[in-house]
């Protein structure tokens, strides 16, 4: 993760690891894994790039113990390795590895769409209208961190409504595997071949037709990662 990439993210410092309350605890090991995930799902640690947990620690402004639990817990999901010498690291994306994260997202995020329609109506079309909006500037700026962090914003303020307890947290944790190894396609690339499928996508919840949203989903995923990353890997 590059020097800048949670500088926005400050975490406060507990009173110590061992002097420290658990509500103090809680609360820093809250703030890291919130600093930590925003990290991965923008693009600021860079695949095969190894950082230290004494050095998250320090940026973050928080002692090693909430960093070392969060960084444990993300290893479980597959979204960061941790190297015997204790460094930690984005895995690098493979082709066999990104065929089996787009398999994944295809079979579960549509269906998720479809869970969360009942429970959208026309003022949730409208802020995720004005995310679009947001995102189309990005892709036109070639705005590669905030392209990312909008279409996560568009994509799970669609899939929070769904109530999920088994979908939600699996499509989170592919989101946290596949966004570091995007980030640096779109920084080779640029943004500005994106196809926009929000707009289907918005049209569908607004007639309540899950078919559509379905359809609209799985080309978003299908373009947006799809494509781009394909081209960006090794000849599979």
């Given at each position: ?38 990290a991965l799902l923008t693009g600021r640690f860079i695949p095969g790039k190894a950082v230290t947990l004494r050095g998250l620690a320090q940026e973050l402004g928080v002692s090693p113990m909430p960093v070392r639990e969060v960084i444990q817990r993300l290893a479980a999901e597959n979204a960061l390795n941790v190297k015997p010498n204790g460094r930690v690291q984005v895995p690098e994306m ?143």
């Amino acid at each position: 993760m590059n020097k800048t990439s949670t500088g926005n993210a400050q975490a406060p410092r507990p009173d110590g690891e061992d002097g420290s309350t658990p509500t103090n605890r809680g609360t820093a090991r809250a703030q890291v894994d919130t600093a930590v995930r925003s990290a991965l799902l923008t693009g600021r640690f860079i695949p095969g790039k190894a950082v230290t947990l004494r050095g998250l620690a320090q940026e973050l402004g928080v002692s090693p113990m909430p960093v070392r639990e969060v960084i444990q817990r993300l290893a479980a999901e597959n979204a960061l390795n941790v190297k015997p010498n204790g460094r930690v690291q984005v895995p690098e994306m493979s082709p066999s590895r990104f065929d089996e994260i787009l398999k994944a997202r295809l079979l579960l995020e549509p269906e998720l769409a479809e869970m969360a329609l009942p429970q959208l109506d026309h003022a949730d079309a409208k802020v995720l209208e004005d995310i679009d909006l947001e995102i189309d500037e990005s892709i036109s700026c070639g705005n590669a961190e905030s392209y990312l962090r909008l279409n996560h914003a568009f994509h799970f303020k669609i899939y929070a409504s769904s109530n999920s307890e088994i979908l939600m947290p699996l499509v989170e944790s592919l989101w946290l595997q596949f966004a570091p190894f995007m980030r640096t396609v779109y920084g080779r690339v640029g943004t500005a071949n994106l196809v926009d499928w929000h707009k289907e996508a918005i049209r569908a919840i607004r007639n309540d037709d899950p078919t559509a949203l379905n359809a609209a989903i799985a080309a978003d995923i299908r373009d947006g990662m799809g494509i781009l990353g394909r081209e960006s890997l090794p000849e599979i």
